[in-house]
């Protein structure tokens, strides 16, 4: 519908409806007034036939006009049907012999209605034309009949009454339509703002399902899906796909003021801590779920376990390493004496072997304490691994063999070099060391590549060793944890440390055919915040 109408919309349609429905009524009432010849007998006509005939004409007019115009677009076709109902109406006015016919009462409501659909000058227009044509016919009407002359103040009336009818209406209109915008704002703005919870909602990181009695998922947003690993459950039973949760609510719902104790929904996923809440909606019985990722906060505290560990290895250092120095030095002169036997020189291998290690855990937390600010640079990672595959090769065993491969065109990201130098030397030397384990010649795989969903650099350290048994996988992180007798379990802790001090991410991937694959994701190439 046009904005020139005064009403939008299904108002304007259906205002149109009832009057096309008014004139069709008041067009079959006077054709079965003038086909029961009750007109001459009621109404003192002034011009029986023309009234008859107008009257059909009426009728007719108007069931053509409903069969064609049913929904105007322009302001220009109501206007005209609304001044077609006038004129015609004001002819009926004349024939039926003007103010005791009645007739002017119709076109009093005629002018009503019209202005309910035109506003301003348009709608004060119709109802000139209607007082304007009463007025003259009944001077017309008084040429031909003197007593017609008595009806001026009637017609007077009634000319007032047009105008009277179409400001009052118009002034019900504007207040109508000011109802029908505020509304349409307020009905926007609560949509907007409902949208804008669905997206807040969807976008937070905790994750959030609302549950009913038999454990389906009514709701859940991307956050709970993240952490729970699973594309889509809406609508399905929670039980089988995460029965962790669901035996943490059912001890929930035996003893509400127990926390619920932390868990993981998939082996390699992160450490979740479950919230629950009663919702009671009518007689149904829901449970809202709240799922917070902790494994931010745990790395926090690990850190700041560390870093009180390394301020106090800090300053004990040199009492330790002043004895470790001694006790090593006096196994390396026990090895020297030609006096031990075999047992005493395993022995004394022993205590060289643990001094170093002893060492090597206090080196290692001294520089997790003095580990620097990460200083990203621009770097392009085919030719820096090039480089650093070339130097890796020059200084390494025989026995040991760096593939590399990089895919085509320009890869680039942003990390500190020397950090990056550090991280790809322990990963490259765990996989030589854990390849040894299972062939006579150490060999690890580099694959540099952009991961075809994010767009991001990749980097794979694949080796052919073993690999990490599944049960191991959730403390392969973890500071000290190691199944090495020769390990500080620090190695692998401190290259992701640093990976992420550059907006980077390593990850472990078992890799088909055996062995294992440690994945660097690193950062867009701008700059790092």
């Avoid at 085919?382 to 070339?390: D, E, I, T, V």
């Amino acid at each position: 519908m046009s904005t020139d109408f005064a009403l939008s919309g299904e108002q304007s349609w259906r205002i149109l409806r009832l009057y096309h429905l008014y004139r069709l009524i008041i067009g079959i009432t006077l054709a079965t007034l003038v086909s029961s010849d009750l007109d001459s007998q009621l109404l003192d006509m002034a011009h029986p036939a023309l009234f008859r005939n107008g009257s059909w004409l009426y009728l007719a007019l108007n069931v053509l006009i409903i069969a064609t115009v049913r929904r105007p677009k322009r302001l220009a076709q109501v206007f005209s049907l609304a001044l077609v109902d006038v004129i015609l109406l004001s002819g009926l006015f004349y024939a039926a012999g003007g103010t005791p016919s009645g007739i002017g009462n119709l076109l009093i409501v005629a002018v009503a209605i019209t202005n309910i659909l035109l506003r301003g000058r348009i709608g004060l227009l119709i109802a000139a034309v209607a007082a304007i044509g009463m007025i003259y016919l009944t001077f017309y009407l008084s040429l031909s009949r003197p007593a017609a002359s008595a009806q001026y103040v009637q017609v007077g009336a009634f000319g007032a009454l047009c105008f009277a009818a179409a400001l009052f209406v118009q002034g019900l209109t504007r207040r109508l339509q000011l109802s029908e915008n505020l509304a349409e704002q307020r009905a926007a703005d609560v949509a907007n703002l409902e949208a804008l919870n669905a997206l807040i909602l969807q976008r937070m990181r905790t994750g959030i399902l609302v549950l009913d009695e038999l454990h389906r998922v009514l709701l859940i947003n991307e956050g709970a899906k993240l952490l729970l690993g699973h594309a889509d459950l809406t609508g399905k039973i929670l039980d089988p796909h995460c029965p962790q949760l669901i035996k943490r609510m059912q001890q929930w719902l035996h003893n509400p003021s127990l926390r619920p104790a932390n868990l993981q929904a998939k082996p390699d996923g992160r450490l979740l801590q479950p919230s629950f809440i009663a919702l009671q909606r009518d007689k149904h019985k829901h449970t809202l779920i709240f799922l917070d990722d902790i494994s931010q906060i745990a790395q926090q505290a690990q850190q700041l376990k560390l870093a009180s560990l390394g301020r106090l290895t800090a300053g004990i250092a040199h009492e330790i390493r002043n004895p470790l120095g001694a006790i090593s030095h006096a196994a390396q002169l026990l090895q020297e004496s030609e006096e031990l036997q075999g047992h005493d020189l395993r022995l004394a291998q022993i205590i060289q072997d643990h001094s170093r290690r002893m060492n090597l855990v206090i080196e290692n937390v001294l520089q997790l304490s003095r580990r620097r600010q990460a200083e990203p640079q621009l770097l392009d990672l085919k030719y820096w691994l090039h480089r650093f595959a070339s130097e890796f090769r020059s200084s390494a065993a025989p026995n040991q063999t760096l593939h590399l491969e990089t895919s085509n065109g320009s890869i680039q990201t942003r990390m500190d070099p020397h950090q990056l130098t550090q991280v790809l030397s322990n990963l490259v030397e765990n996989g030589l060391r854990y390849s040894a384990k299972n062939n006579k010649h150490g060999q690890v795989w580099l694959k540099l590549f952009r991961d075809p969903s994010s767009e991001l650099p990749v980097l794979e350290i694949l080796d052919d060793g073993p690999g990490v048994a599944e049960e191991q996988l959730h403390h392969l992180f973890e500071p000290f944890y190691t199944t090495e007798n020769k390990g500080t379990g620090l190695g692998l802790y401190i290259s992701r440390e640093l990976c992420e001090s550059n907006q980077a991410r390593l990850d472990y991937k078992p890799r088909e055919g055996g062995g294992s694959c440690l994945r660097i994701t690193f950062a867009h190439p701008r700059k790092l915040s």
